[in-house]
């Protein structure tokens, strides 16, 4: 079933899109991701220009985060004090982001960049979580290394600020979650992905939250974040298609549920590997797009006499 985006002017599969908003949905139930290091991708994959695919990516991310934030309230594992923290940060980074969108749109090099920034991004990201997952199954089978690694302070534990977030059961420095909140929200503005896949392994391994509650705290950082950037993108840029943005929602929220059901049952460190393969994967086509001859070649050659 083809339908037409206005913004993007381009016709598409509605069942397509629909799918992929599930999948990302899935994503951000699971992992408490935004999903939009996938999305985003995908969305170039079939055609949608980079900015319209950014900007309203963040719109279904803002909804599936939504979704998946209900479920993890009614499990009450979410921390609202940490979460603001992050949010504080996430704002300002998005409104620093999108003036940065704004310029490299005006450069005409936007499409390059970002193209760059997640074939980056990804295969960094990728590797890292292959890494861990990979490890995290070992220490599976080694309490005792397991417990060693719970109880390891960093330098993030030392920095002035401190507060007391109950939810979490931490007393540290505000400042590594600021901040954490701030590359988030910049992230999302140019790229349009939640940051999950930083702010979650950042939460865990660099300040010692809890993986249940990390979780549930990220989507409520996101909900907002790319909410607000949304918004922005619209009033600013007039890059959000509204078609687009409501058939990935729709899927989305559906997919969010599913997540957080598939969480409760699979063993999270064999998910993180698959999530991980994923990853690379998409960076391996993303960088080959960019790499290999297209099969259709277009100059523009100034006219003659």
């Known amino acids: 079933m083809q339908i037409y985006l206005p913004i993007a002017e381009v016709s598409v599969n509605a069942l397509l899109l629909l799918g992929i908003g599930g999948m990302v949905g899935i994503l951000s139930g699971m992992f408490g991701v935004g999903g939009g290091f996938i999305l985003t991708p995908l969305l170039f994959f079939i055609g949608i220009p980079p900015g319209v695919a950014v900007a309203s990516a963040a719109n279904q991310i803002a909804g599936s985060s939504f979704s998946g ?28 982001g999108v003036m940065a ?9 936007y499409e390059l960049v970002v193209s760059l920034l997640y074939v980056v991004l990804l295969g960094v990201i990728g590797a890292l979580m292959l890494i861990e997952s990979l490890r995290a199954i070992r220490r599976a089978r080694n309490p005792n290394a397991a417990l060693a690694s719970r109880k390891r302070h960093t330098w ?26 701030v590359l988030v929200g910049i992230l999302a503005a140019i790229m349009g992905v ?18 249940k509650v990390v979780v549930g705290t990220s989507l409520f950082q996101f909900l907002f974040v790319t909410g607000f950037t949304t918004v922005l993108h619209a009033v600013e840029n007039k890059s959000v298609d509204a078609v687009l943005a409501v058939i990935l929602l729709v899927g989305g929220v559906i997919g969010a549920q599913i997540g957080v059901v598939l969480a409760a049952r699979l063993k999270a460190e064999q998910l993180r590997v698959l999530l ?30």
């Open 101 to 109: 969108y704004s310029a490299l749109r005006k450069m005409g090099q």
């Open 194 to 211: 939640g940051g999950g896949f930083i702010m979650v392994p950042a939460m865990i391994y660099l300040i010692g939250m809890p993986t």
């Open 156 to 181: 993030a534990h030392g920095l002035p600020l401190k507060m007391r977030f109950r939810a979490s059961q931490l007393y540290v420095s505000a400042i590594p979650p600021f901040v954490v909140g």
């Open 276 to 305: 991980a393969l994923l990853v690379i994967f998409v960076c391996l086509k993303l960088a080959a797009d960019l790499v290999i001859r297209p099969a259709e070649l277009f100059s523009i050659e100034a006219a003659r006499g």
């Open 69 to 96: 934030l209900l479920a993890h309230l009614r499990k009450r594992t979410v921390d609202l004090k940490m979460g603001s923290v992050l949010l504080a940060g996430g704002l300002l980074g998005s409104g620093l």
